[in-house]
């Protein structure tokens, strides 16, 4: 007699769809927090649909798109159980790219992979991105859970998102607009956002062999609610600061540093510098710059340093920018100004001491 065999199935390959379904209707709720009356449909279907007619108001409309994840930073939320502020970065990473030009954000899908399907947590995670959404001003019109069992393991995940924003083409911010003269002003950021967490994972769980239970006192929580702390999404801020005052471009600080990405909107024949003395760094950059022996030029390519969006405006417009900022709760100041290039090789440097 022969044994008889079980035919193979996507179940038995680990793959649950009566979980994803379940996940779907788990998320809902949140996602219809974040339509605007552009879009049409509901969550569901296979493609997201936005009412492009909105866009005839605009004389020459240019769509600007921008897609991120958020890094190893998922490694924190993962091992905390903490799942519903990840989305805020998601969020942030990719619309806070497409407001540097000038955009208002639209709308994003996102892209969530795991090794298995927890609705629950894929519900949790799918929260934080429509909080976010609602945070930015823009919709979620869709996306894709993908259970990939095999190749993660049962609680490891990761996210990724894209975004659409739109802008009038005389409205475009960037280099063309920035003059000598010019200031530099910093917004302060929530944290390290979501950048830099391979090497805070490498410094403070590997060299320092610090756990994030660990309550830190110069921080006045524990190591990892410091981690997971939300990158803050200033897309609403900028295109009010944008509607109040005078404004050239922004900079976005995130992977390379300060430095680094405020150079990318800088034209060829100016430079910028930004003054250290102007702030000082929260605790958190300290602690890892102290507990790795970490370089400081080595800490201001990789982490934002305390600040996470860049404005350059004209000398004239420094005091109503910065009071329309305070007037949103944005911890904003004047951190450099744009020179001649000179014998600058490179388009933004810092100078002077940070603050203590």
Not at 119 to 131: D, L, N, S
Not at 239 to 268: C, Q, W
């Amino acid at each position: 007699m022969t044994e008889k065999t079980t035919g193979a199935s996507y179940a038995a390959a680990g793959v649950d769809i009566e979980a994803g379904d379940r996940a779907v209707e788990l998320m809902k709720e949140w996602v219809k927090k974040t339509q605007r009356p552009e879009v049409l449909g509901g969550l569901g279907g296979f493609a997201g649909l936005f009412d492009a007619s909105a866009l005839k108001r605009y004389e020459r409309p240019l769509l600007a798109s921008a897609t991120d994840g958020v890094g190893t930073k998922v490694d924190i939320a993962r091992r905390m159980g903490v799942y519903d502020t990840i989305g805020h970065d998601l969020v942030a990473m990719v619309m806070d790219d497409i407001v540097v030009c000038g955009a208002e954000p639209l709308f994003m899908t996102d892209y969530i992979c795991v090794g298995k399907v927890h609705p629950e947590r894929v519900a949790a995670i799918v929260k934080g991105i429509a909080e976010g959404c609602v945070l930015a001003g823009c919709a979620l019109v869709g996306g894709e859970t993908a259970e990939h069992p095999g190749l993660l393991g049962p609680d490891d995940f990761d996210v990724a998102g894209a975004g659409t924003g739109v802008v009038e083409y005389d409205r475009l911010l960037g280099a063309d607009r920035i003059r000598t003269g010019d200031a530099v002003i910093a917004m302060a950021s929530s944290g390290l956002h979501s950048n830099g967490y391979s090497l805070v994972r490498h410094v403070l769980f590997e060299r320092a062999k610090m756990s994030l239970e660990s309550h830190v006192e110069e921080l006045g929580r524990t190591l990892g609610e410091e981690l997971l702390e939300p990158t803050k999404i200033y897309s609403l801020d900028c295109m009010a600061l944008t509607r109040t005052a005078e404004v050239h471009a922004y900079s976005h600080i995130t992977g390379g540093g300060l430095a680094a990405n405020l150079a990318r909107v800088i034209p060829d024949h100016l430079h910028a510098t930004v003054d250290r003395s102007t702030w000082a760094p929260g605790a958190i950059f300290d602690l890892v710059g102290k507990a790795g022996q970490v370089e400081q030029l080595e800490l201001e390519k990789t982490l934002n340093m305390g600040v996470g969006m860049m404005a350059v405006v004209p000398q004239e417009s420094v005091d109503v920018a910065l009071t329309a900022l305070a007037d949103r709760g944005v911890d904003a100041w004047v951190a450099g100004e744009i020179l001649d290039r000179g014998d600058h090789t490179e388009g933004a440097t810092m100078t002077g001491s940070y603050a203590s």
